[in-house]
């Protein structure tokens, strides 16, 4: 099915509800990176091209798509949804062939990924203003409208294409907004195959326009164009920094979902049975290219030895393979570049003296030819000093640190620029709940990790950005308040 799917071809762009090269003809690859082979060609797109998009989306903004009432709207996501849906086999093949995330669980993400589009399309007729009672005269009304901000430039990195796309999208839809998705130049598929849905469920021309080329050639113009209102953006915390400064000269409204460090602690009365997968997958699950990897991991001494013997043993057991065999636990790296920097960091561990209990190599095989991949991780003795307890490496790597008390793990946790998440494991809920509070993170889970759903909040503190996706909060993000005063004597 997957060689079917694609076969080399050259996969257009979507502007203003055209399937376009891009006006200078130049294409980047497109690469499967458990392979190494070329799957297909994008356009390479460039300033010129950008200012193409935000024009159509200006002209969609100001035109028909303001005559499209909450109503017309959520009918418009109910039916891409119903599309996703039908399509979903087929867009999970191509996120996997793209970026290497296992099948399993790019299949598995069904139930969030169309759940976004269903909850953002309920919250498309719950918008409303306030009526409110001022001070001024009794003679004058006083109420507030909710107005959407307009053109969207939304920027999003390989590692979960589709979310991320329907992310951005779906509220900018909900609300009246128009946008222009610039995807990661190493996963464009799932984008661009989403706006052919998108106009299939009759979305008006220049509403949704997909532009792919690199950060520099495409997203540095789409983050400083002029004629954008608001940027959202996930990705590394230096481009996120590089994004804000673009936007400073427009005053841009600015959404940043970026990196982290996340701690993971594991107090002694843990249930270590059930811990062990749950810290493993925390960074094992997309090859620790998640953003909310839990890799700084904190062990009660009492338990650390055992559990970091049963950590690894775990980590030993898992597949590692091509995405599309449906056994495939730990997929590729996406390419050769993230490859070596992951490999630069696991060389650093062991310079600065922490212990490589499992893997870090390349594994042996045929199978392995041409891919990126790298066995998962583990690293006793770590020091809270080390750059590899410091800085977001974004791949297989688990870095363990013992800690004595509960107060001492709480503080080391959060001495880190980053606040994206944090995940506590013990019986206690109380003690559980103690530390919650004191964490400094967007998102904290007690007793398992990942859970990400449409109508909960989630996004980071500190260095990991601001802004939230998700839930009711992240809309107003797309929506200006306008107050209104009538004088009725
Ligand atoms: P990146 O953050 O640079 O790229 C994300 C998106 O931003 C891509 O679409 C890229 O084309 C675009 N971009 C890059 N430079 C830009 C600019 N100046 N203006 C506008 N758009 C720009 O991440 P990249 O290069 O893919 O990976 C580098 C490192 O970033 C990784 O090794 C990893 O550590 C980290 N990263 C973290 C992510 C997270 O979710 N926490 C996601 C992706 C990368
Ligand atoms: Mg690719």
């Known amino acids: 099915m997957a060689d079917a799917l694609y076969t080399g071809q050259f996969c257009p762009m979507f502007i203003d509800g055209k399937q376009v090269p891009a006006q200078s003809g130049e294409v980047l690859g497109v690469t499967d990176p458990a392979s190494g082979r070329s799957i297909a060609t994008v356009p390479r797109a460039g300033a010129s091209d950008v200012d193409l998009a935000v024009a159509a989306a200006r002209r969609a903004f100001e035109g028909p ?71 001024v005269s009794q003679s004058m009304i006083t109420f507030t409208t909710r107005e959407p901000v307009g053109v969207v430039g939304a920027i999003i990195p390989w590692n979960a294409p589709t979310a ?31 706006t052919q849905l998108m106009q299939d469920a009759g979305l008006p021309d220049g509403v949704v326009n997909v532009v792919t080329g690199t950060g520099a050639e495409a997203g540095a113009p789409l983050a400083q164009h002029p004629d954008v209102n608001k940027i959202v953006f996930t990705g590394s915390t230096a481009t996120g920094q590089a994004i804000a400064r673009a936007g400073v000269d427009t005053l841009k409204r600015i959404t940043l979902e970026l990196g982290g460090k996340s701690p993971m602690i594991i107090c002694k009365d ?17 090859s620790g290219q998640i953003c909310i990897a839990g890799s700084r991991l904190f062990v009660a001494r009492e338990i ?33 570049r993230q490859t070596s920097k992951v490999e630069d960091y696991i060389a650093s561990g062991e310079a600065e003296g922490a212990k490589l209990i499992t893997g870090g190599d390349r594994p042996a095989g045929a199978e392995f030819d041409g891919g990126n991949f790298l066995r998962p991780a583990v690293f006793g003795g770590v020091g809270d000093d080390m750059k590899i307890a410091r800085e977001e490496i974004f791949g297989p790597v688990i870095s363990a640190m013992p800690f004595d008390t509960l107060d001492e793990a709480v503080t080391r946790a959060n001495a ?39 109508a909960v909040p989630f996004g980071g503190l500190k260095m990991s950005g601001y802004g939230k996706e998700g839930g009711v909060e992240h809309l107003d993000a797309y929506l200006d308040t306008k107050s209104v005063w009538i004088q009725t004597d």
């Not at 979903?88 to 970026?99: A, F, Q, S, Y």
């Not at 030895?305 to 996406?334: M, N, V």
């Not at 944090?422 to 509070?437: C, E, N, P, Q, W």
């Open 65 to 135: 798509w303001s005559k499209f009432t909450p109503y017309d709207r959520q009918e418009i996501l109910l039916r891409i949804a119903d599309l996703v849906e039908k399509n979903w086999d087929e867009l999970c093949v191509t996120d996997t062939l793209d970026m290497g995330l296992p099948i399993s669980r790019t299949l598995g993400n069904k139930r969030r990924v169309i759940g976004m589009l269903r909850f953002y399309a309920g919250q498309a007729t719950a918008l409303h203003g306030d009526y409110i009672e001022n001070s």
């Open 164 to 194: 991320a796309s329907i992310w951005k999208i779906a509220p900018a839809l909900a609300t009246g907004c128009t946008i222009v998705l610039k995807p990661s130049e190493d996963a464009p598929l799932v984008p661009l195959r989403l």
């Open 270 to 286: 843990a249930d270590i049975a059930k811990a062990i997968p749950v810290a493993a997958m925390a960074v094992f699950a997309h």
């Open 304 to 336: 650390h030895d055992e559990f970091l013997h049963r950590l690894s043993e775990y980590a030993q057991s898992l597949k590692i393979g091509h995405g599309l065999d449906p056994d495939t636990d730990l997929g590729p790296l996406i390419n050769a």
């Open 416 to 454: 880190t620029p980053y606040g994206l998440a944090g995940g506590i494991f013990s019986r206690d809920l109380s003690t559980a709940h103690k530390m919650v509070k004191r964490l400094k993170a967007g998102s904290v889970w007690v007793n398992m990790y990942h859970a990400i759903d449409p």
